[in-house]
């Protein structure tokens, strides 16, 4: 599976951007698929994900309310909304995708896209 990332770039807090997960090699029918992301000197840190298999989504806390993660299957792409960004999402932004194991920790995750860069100014 090659998981490409991409939509990151430079925003102003409050503003957003959508990113997007494009999967080839495999489909990805009853994986998760998730967002993490790493900010310097920080470890990599999950941010969102969504479990094909019934269309469940998780997020973390930091941006509940915020973030939207969406899935379109038939394009095997995986979305993710950034809306109200702070300053403090600034990060590369990795989308990930597992079977077995918690949807919220790394270790779950196999395949991993390259990274897209997300940089919020004040």
């Known amino acids: 599976v090659q998981l490409q990332a991409s939509g990151g770039g430079l925003v102003q807090a409050g503003g957003s951007l959508r990113l997007t997960c494009a999967a080839s090699?495999?489909?990805?029918?009853?994986?998760?698929t998730a967002w993490f992301r790493q900010a310097p000197g920080k470890d990599r840190e999950f941010v969102a994900a969504?479990?094909?298999?019934?269309?469940?989504?998780y997020y973390a806390d930091s941006v509940k309310g915020r973030f939207i993660i969406s899935g379109d299957n038939a394009k095997n792409t995986v979305y993710l909304q950034m809306n109200s960004l702070k300053r403090e999402d600034t990060a590369v932004y990795y989308c990930?995708?597992?079977?077995?194991?918690?949807?919220?920790?790394?270790?779950?995750?196999?395949?991993w896209g390259q990274g897209t860069l997300v940089t919020v100014s004040s």
């Open positions: 969504i479990r094909w298999s019934g269309d469940s989504t």
């Open positions: 990930a995708g597992g079977l077995y194991g918690s949807t919220y920790y790394i270790g779950t995750y196999e395949y």
């Open positions: 090699g495999r489909t990805f029918s009853n994986y998760a």
